[in-house]
Structures are given as C-alpha cells and as structure tokens.
C-alpha cells in the first residue's frame, strides 16, 4: 500500500432536463448536422437560441427558428493548453465566440485548431459534426475553415 | 462540475425534447498527518480520537481542533476508543432505485457512542438484526474486516469514510440496553 497521504471523493448527480420549445429543436438540429438561430423581437438573430428575448423579456415564436452557419467568425479566443476529462476535445484546443453567418450573436464552443499559433480573431472557422450525434451541445465542434 | 449525456437524448427519429445532465465532482485533498495516523491505527484495529481537555468532547476522526473550547488539539489529546458502544438514534431507509443505489432492502444507519472516552461515529450499518428491532440504547459491537480486507482510501480530512473502510457495521451484544437519560447530550 502506497502510503501516498491523498484521498480522492467522487460525488456524482444524475439530472434529467426537459429542453423546452426553442432548446429541444437547437439540440434536435445539431444532432442531424444543422445549427438554428431564433430571431429576436427586434428581428436580430441569436445563436444559441433562447426561449426569451433578451431586451424585452417577450416569449420568442419557436417558428422564428432560423438556421445558421456552418461557417463562422472567432470574435475572441482562449487556448486551453491542458484540456481536463471534462472538456470537449481530449487535447489542446481553444474556446471562442464564435458568430456565425447569419447570426447577430456568438456562440461559445471550441474550435479544434491544432496549435495556438493557429488562432487569431477574425479568422473564419467552421461546423465540424461528429459521426455519432446525440442531440448534445458537443455534437459540432468548430475548425478553421481552411482545413475543413 | 461537467454536464455530459449519459445516453443517447432519443432515437434520430424523435426530436430531442430531454437532456441527461450527468455532474460528477471530484475531490481531491492531502490527507493531514493526525488522520494519517488515525488511518494507520485503523488498519491495525485501533480507533483513534481526539479528547480536548476543556470541553471534554472526544472527536473521531482526530480533527486537531475543538470547536466548542477554540483550541488546537495535537498529539497529546489523542486517545485510543473503544470498538464497543450504544446505539443513541437512528435511521430507517427505505432505498429508492437512484443511480448508485446499491441497497434493495429497508437498512439502518445508526450513531454510535462509544464507551469509556466516548466518541461518536454516524451513519453506521447495524448488522445481523431486522430494521425493525432496532432501537435506542441498544448496545453493539465492532464488526471488523479482516486485515488482509481493510482500506484507508476513503479517509479524508471531513470525517468522510470515517471507520468504513475498516469496521463493516455494528452487531448488537445481547447486553442489557443503556437507559436514554445517560446519554441524552449525545444524541446526534
């Protein structure tokens, strides 16, 4: 016995959500490969799409969904050098705001870019899904749109 | 915290209307000299308290400090317990099939206050008696795992894991009960 003095405790939750009007058919879109908007009351279109409008707090029409992308601009970034299990990609990759075409409003997510040097804002990047989808915000992940 | 789907959220028939947010917290903490000897000592079947000299209260795990007194508690105050005791409250769970439940039966978790020094140790499994003949004041006795069966990994520096790696549960000894007014200021 390794007389290492750590300890390690794991406490796990299981939770299940209902996704509503608007997040159920964002999550149902990037499970068959596409990404939805939803227009706001002001007529902007907003990615990831909310249930409610941001300004005025009004309900949004489920019918003002809008799909958006693939391609898309980094509006900043953040490298993730040593990416933990519970980050989407298992090597490192950065995190970005990323507006897609189409959208007036950015979406985080991580864009697989192989090197930081890689990386600038204003580079254009684009949806990569994966071969099995589950209806998952880490169904897409974003690459530079030169190597898609 | 990390929010990952357990299983797939439908069919690709079905639209998406459910979300499996799965948290897993992981703690992981050096574990602090007094409970390493307290570990120690457990897996030669001892356990180990500390007794602060002022308030008189005797913590297990040792903790190095007394919160009613406000005083460090070291080497000096620790004290070995006794592996017998009497059971002053517990608790009957009904186990609903949850993730992670591994219980099919109604089972007790009991505190048990142990003689001489005292100490008190909570959540313990009462073993080798139906829930329902359980009561206060009930004296019981370590049952402990074989040595070659004992594990220190769960013992940390919250009291977490506790004896558990060490004693399997409590078995009552047949002796004559303890009346409640004995122990009516320990009953947690």
Known sequence: MADIP?????IEFPYTRTLGPVIGP????LRDGQILGIRSVDGRVLVPPTEWDPETGMPLDPAGLVPVGPG?????????????AKHPLAHPFAFALVRLDGADTA?????????????????????????ERHGHITDVVFVPEERA | MSEQPVVAASDSEQPV???????????????????????????????LGQISPTSGLVYVPPRSYCPVSCEWLGEDHLVELEDHGVVTNFTIVTPVQYYGQ?????????SVLLDGPGGMLGLQDILDL??????????????????EERTKDEIGNRSWGSVDGAIRGWRPTGEPDVPAEQFLDKVY
């Open chain 1, 26 to 29: 964002f999550l149902t879109g």
């Open chain 1, 6 to 10: 750590i300890t390690t405790h794991v």
């Open chain 1, 107 to 131: 979406l985080m997510h991580a864009v697989d870019a192989g090197s930081i040097e890689s990386m600038a804002t204003g580079m254009r990047v684009t949806a990569k899904f994966r071969d």
């Open chain 2, 102 to 110: 591994e219980e099919t039966e109604p089972f007790a978790k009991a």
């Open chain 2, 17 to 47: 209307v459910m979300m499996d947010y799965f948290m897993h917290l992981e703690y992981r903490e050096v574990v602090c000299p007094i409970v390493r000897r307290y570990a120690d000592a457990l897996m030669d079947g001892k356990i």
């Open chain 1, 72 to 84: 898309g601009v980094v509006e900043t970034w953040a490298w993730v050098t040593r990416p933990t």
């Open chain 2, 130 to 147: 139906p829930v329902d003949e359980l009561r206060v004041g009930m004296r019981v006795e370590a049952v402990w795992l074989p040595p």
